[in-house]
């Protein structure tokens, strides 16, 4: 591990500012917004059931797993997501963290998979470069660009990094995310 990721995991309350928080919420919302696009050429309905689909997912995310973190009430979030729950939902027990993570991965899941299914239906059923590249761009800023940017940039400097389910799968990338410090 380089001096900087040592520093980073010794460090427990980095606080981010409002702006950065904005910025590590960017890919994310980018994807929905992809997804919806996707799903709305589908059929309307689609595209507006799955942005409520986002919405709840967000605010599951906030209600069963910001509430269980250590980061609850604290910029320390790179998201921002702590001092939000914290305005919303009861403080949880921070020892379930990564249960309740884990728990939550699958359902969460399913915001890149519907507007996967979605493309791959719209590809079939009357292609063109304009879906083509809808969904090429979908699948580049969803399963690249958003767990790269996390990997990067938020997860980083997480302080609940060493316990979370998600960074602890991408443990591979390690070496990759250490390359890329030299330019972000």
Known sequence: MNEAHEAASNRVSIEYTRKEALLNNIPGMLTYALGSVILFHLWV????????FCIIGIVLFWTLI??????????CCPCGYGTISSRFFKKGD???????????????SLI???????GV????GN??????LLVLSFFIV????????????GC??????????WAKQRKLTFRLETRLDKYV
């Open 45 to 52: 309905l689609f595209g507006v059931l799955y942005l409520f």
């Open 127 to 132: 292609f063109t470069l304009y879906y083509l």
């Open 142 to 153: 969803g399963f690249v660009l958003v767990p790269l940017f996390s990997r990067v940039h």
């Open 121 to 124: 239906i719209l590809l079939l």
């Open 156 to 165: 980083k400097d997480c302080p609940m990094k060493e316990k979370c389910p």
């Open 94 to 108: 921070p020892s379930q963290f990564p249960r309740m993570f884990k728990t939550y991965i699958p359902v969460f």
């Open 112 to 118: 890149w998979i519907f507007p996967l299914l979605g």
């Open 66 to 75: 910001c509430s269980h973190c250590p980061s609850y009430d604290k910029r």
